[in-house]
Every structure is written in structure tokens, then in C-alpha cells.
């Protein structure tokens, strides 16, 4: 279905592809190989909004989430994971609050489950949850962008700005990152004041640059899939174990004060031409048939081949037998990791 974003995004020389995605006549891997030498404008229909409002609505998210909601203040976002009582992730987001409510900024292919399960627990708490996908849009920005008048610049990775309604935040990346979440009529402002400098890209690029950051992205293929620290959640601040009680949290504790993670997200490449959904088993060339690991994210890489984040038993690492969909599949080689995977 169409909305009014797409109607505009339509005016700028988008279209929707076969996939239902808004696409601006390149293909991903034209687009990527691109993103280094130019100043891109992203549409990122690919995420959605939960807005969480209401007296009890930090209580609320602190009894439910990984990272210590408390933390959050009008210059911060984070990362948290909402788990079911294993200790599975059922959806992973970025956080921020804004104004007297708090944003959950997550993928739109999950988006419903997340509030069912999440109204579920509400009970006599006076919470609303809202989904305002529609009323709040999200896009971004890749490069090293010029000041603007409509939105401010943070300096510091998960730093939040705020200019008038506008609210950006820094994320990493190999280059400048910044995700603007506004009310469409200044999205639509900003985005036609960025025409003449910026290109438009897909959300495929923001996709390829979550991959480099070393950043997962929970979807409905992968939903219940890994606990935290398998997509190594812990490490990049998305799980504070120092705060009280969520689902899972007995799980995820014991798996770090007693335990040691047998499997941990990697970054990896292979010559495959198309990437493969997440969920996508990996095996072993020559093993005995059992799932090695599985795929989180994969996206055309900007030279040849795909770039992948794939959750992969420890005594696998670094292996050179590590096969993409069967075990006579596609080679995978792990690349540079964009972070340490020991925890200190």
C-alpha cells in the first residue's frame, strides 16, 4: 500500500520494485560501489516506529529491554533487545526518547508482533504503545554532510540531536552515518532541500553499511533465532548487566558471569553472486550435514560478490570450509571484524 512518503518519494524519482521496495533505478551493487565518493540521502522504508508513551512508560521498557532505559536522555540513544524467557531475541532496537514519550526504531517486517507482544505485558500499567510508522519517517544520510538549517549534525557515535522536531543520530559506519527521524512535512522539506547535493539511494545501502559496523538487524526470519551475545549485542552496548530483571535476563547472565558464548556473529564475503535471505543455513564442505552457523544479513558487496554477517560456531572460526546454503555451496571467507569479539 501506498502512503503519503511514497506518493512524495514518487515525485523524486522513486518507484516501488517487484519486492514492494522503494527503489531509485539502480540496482544495490551499482548503489554501494557508489557510497564512498558521494553524498547520499537513504530511504529507509524498511524500518518502522513504536512510539511507547505514558506515566509508567520508562518502568514499562526497563522491566522489558536488555539495556538500561534509565540512561537514555535527550543527547543519547542505544541499542536493546527485547527477549522471550530463553533468552531469544524477539526483536532488537534503537532507542530514543523524545519529548515525554520513547521511540523504538526497528524493521517494519516485525513490527506488529513486537506491539502484540509488547501489549500483552502491559496490563494496569498506564503505557500506550502507538505504531507511527506513518506519521514519523525515518531516512538517513551517508558522507560527510554540510551544515543544514533544518537539522542539527552530532559529533559522537549514538549521539542525539535535536533541531525543532527533528531528531538525528550518529551511527557507525566506515563513513559519516546519520539516521534523521521527522514529521513527514519536514521530512519531505529536508529531503527536497538535499535534491541538488545529495543522491538518493535505497535502504540497501544502509543495509551493506549496518554489515560493515558490524550492527544486526533482527527480522521475522530470524526472530527467536539468537540469544544476545550471538549476535554480539553485549560488545557493541545493547546489554547493560548491571539492570534489574527483563525476559531472558537469567539466560543471558548466566551466559555471561558462568559461561562462554559457543557462537558469535562474524563478518564474511563469498564470490556468490546474490545474496541470501536471512536464515540461511551455512555447512561445513565435507561435515556431517549439521547446520555451522546462519546467516543475520547479507547485502551485494562494492566490489564483487556479497558482503554477510553470520552467526557461527567458535570452532568453526575462521575455517575455509565454510559453505553457503549446502555443504557444496558457495565458499565464505571471514573478513576484518569491525570490533574485538573478546569481551573485556
Not at 520508562?58 to 527477549?83: E, H, K, P
Not at 496490563?123 to 504503545?129: A, I
Request: contains cysteine.
Amino acid at each position: 500500500m501506498n502512503t503519503p512518503w511514497h506518493d512524495f518519494l514518487s515525485q523524486h524519482g522513486a518507484s516501488l520494485n517487484d519486492a514492494r521496495q522503494i527503489s531509485f533505478g539502480h540496482d544495490a551493487r551499482t548503489e554501494i560501489n557508489s557510497i564512498v565518493d558521494e553524498l547520499a540521502v537513504i530511504s529507509l522504508d524498511q524500518l518502522g516506529i513504536i512510539q511507547v508513551s505514558g506515566e509508567d512508560a520508562q518502568d514499562f521498557l526497563q522491566s522489558q529491554f536488555s539495556n538500561d532505559i534509565a540512561l537514555l536522555n535527550s543527547t543519547t540513544s542505544q541499542l536493546s533487545a527485547y527477549c522471550n524467557p530463553k533468552g531469544r531475541i524477539l526483536a532488537q532496537f534503537l532507542v530514543i526518547q523524545a519529548n515525554d514519550s520513547y521511540l523504538l526504531i526497528l524493521p517494519l517486517n516485525i513490527i506488529d508482533k513486537t506491539m502484540q507482544r509488547l501489549t500483552m505485558f502491559v496490563m494496569r500499567s498506564k503505557v500506550e504503545l502507538a505504531n507511527v510508522t506513518n506519521e514519523l519517517i525515518c531516512f538517513g544520510l551517508a558522507g560527510n554532510q554540510p551544515e543544514n538549517t533544518e537539522f542539527a549534525l552530532p559529533e559522537n557515535d549514538y549521539q542525539l540531536a535535536t533541531r525543532q522536531s527533528v531528531l538525528t543520530i550518529k551511527l557507525p559506519a566506515p563513513l559519516n552515518r546519520y539516521l534523521i527521524i521527522a514529521p513527514i512535512e519536514n521530512a519531505m522539506s529536508i529531503w527536497t532541500s538535499l535534491k541538488d547535493s545529495h543522491t538518493p539511494r535505497s535502504h540497501h545501502v544502509w543495509q551493506w553499511l549496518e554489515i560493515q559496523a558490524g550492527i544486526p538487524s533482527i527480522v521475522k526470519e530470524t526472530m527467536e533465532e539468537f540469544v544476545p551475545q550471538m549476535v554480539n549485542l553485549e560488545l557493541i552496548g545493547a546489554v547493560n548487566f548491571k539492570k534489574g530483571c527483563y525476559p531472558g535476563q537469567e539466560i543471558v547472565a548466566r551466559m555471561h558471569y558462568l559461561g562462554k558464548a559457543k557462537r558469535r556473529m562474524f563478518k564474511l564475503h563469498s564470490k556468490e553472486a546474490t545474496p541470501p535471505p536471512p536464515g540461511t543455513d551455512l555447512y561445513l564442505n565435507g561435515g556431517d550435514g549439521q547446520s555451522a552457523g546462519k546467516i543475520v544479513s547479507a547485502e551485494p558487496a562494492n566490489d564483487s560478490g556479497i558482503d554477510l554477517l553470520a552467526v557461527i560456531r567458535l570452532n568453526h572460526q575462521n575455517s575455509d570450509q565454510l559453505r553457503l546454503g549446502s555443504a557444496d555451496g558457495p565458499a565464505l571467507e571471514f573478513t576484518a571484524q569491525p570490533y574485538s569479539l573478546d569481551p573485556e
